[in-house]
């Protein structure tokens, strides 16, 4: 499994754009870049996954670098509601399990 | 569509006993895997089912053990339960098995070994 490097923590004034990184440098070419983020005492909730490409869904975009050795994950406009710990998880097809890191704890503040 | 439904949210249970906790996936999904969450390890994969079948199973002892039904409902337990077993259990279910696509998590059952 790729090893993945997250800040242990971030602020996000409310309203603003939220940019989370993850270096993933050893990342296999077959592996996807997955991102969860789990709200305190809730399990954890999908957010977005992409291989090269850049993408966007109406939660969140996902930006990946032309080496994949790092992505981005953008929350638009965040809100109070988005204060989670996010995780950046590379993952494989076939039979592979999740393989939660310790995350980024984004904390939005009003 | 309903939710990941876990039962029950909370537990507690006394050192040496046994316990069982439940999951049902969302209704179409075929794989079910569970997660144990620690404030010391953070998220640990169990084991994952598929079709009744364990297709994968992480580092845990054999106390733990888990099944599927033939609906997909799935069930974890654990034996002999120790201290270090209390923890938020984290059942997850997707459509095909977890690497193919993403997994839906359940809010969890909290376990309390005293």
């Known amino acids: ?110 | 569509k309903a939710g990941v439904t876990q039962t029950p949210r909370y537990l507690i249970k006394t050192r040496g006993q046994q316990v069982t906790l439940s999951c049902s996936p969302i209704s179409g999904h075929r794989s079910v895997s569970w997660y144990q969450q620690t404030p010391g390890q953070g998220l640990q994969f169990l084991f994952e089912y598929f079709s009744e079948t364990q297709r994968n199973k992480g580092n845990f002892p054999g106390r733990f053990s888990g099944r599927q039904f033939s609906n997909s409902r799935s069930e974890m337990n654990v034996s002999t339960l120790e201290l270090g077993d209390s923890a938020l259990y984290l059942c997850a279910s997707s459509w095909g098995l977890q690497g193919g696509t993403e997994a839906f998590f359940g809010q969890g059952t909290r376990l309390t070994v005293v």
């Not at chain 1, 989370?20 to 005492?41: A, D, K, M």
């Not at chain 1, 790092?70 to 988005?82: E, F, G, K, V």
């Open chain 1, 1 to 110: 499994d790729a090893k993945t490097t997250q800040p242990t923590s971030m602020d996000c004034a409310e309203g603003r754009a939220a940019n989370l990184p993850c270096n993933h440098s050893t990342i296999s070419g077959n592996e996807y870049v997955y991102w969860y983020r789990q709200i305190h005492s809730q399990g954890p909730q999908y957010i977005i996954h992409g291989l090269k490409n850049n993408e966007t869904n109406e939660m969140a975009s996902l930006i990946i670098t032309e080496d994949r050795k790092s992505s981005t994950l953008i929350l638009p406009h965040a809100t109070l509601r988005d204060t989670a710990v996010y995780y950046c998880i590379p993952r494989g097809g076939g039979n592979t399990p999740l393989v939660f890191g310790k995350g980024t704890r984004l904390s939005v503040i009003a």
